[in-house]
């Protein structure tokens, strides 16, 4: 899993994208609610075409984070 506040996004997730196997699952932590999404910097950066979101698990107070869930596809 990475978090939310984990950076910087760009080198974390292409990365990721190189050395994943295709059928990989990865998740990430994002703020989609409160005043830390003003803060995060996930908005600004387009994942890259090898993966594909499949859920999204969005929060439950006292939590503020929602959980994305990503396959690797290398086709």
Not at 35 to 59: A, K
Request: zero cysteines; aromatic letters at 10%; glycine letters at 4%.
């Amino acid at each position: 899993m990475v978090a939310a506040q984990a950076e910087p996004k760009k080198d974390i997730f292409d990365h990721l994208a190189d050395v994943s196997p295709s059928g990989t699952v990865i998740s990430y932590r994002t703020y989609e609610k409160g005043l830390r999404r003003l803060l995060d910097t996930f908005s600004r950066y387009e994942l890259s075409d090898v993966f594909g979101e499949y859920l999204r698990v969005p929060p439950k107070p006292p939590v503020n984070n929602t959980v994305v869930f990503l396959l690797v596809n290398k086709s």
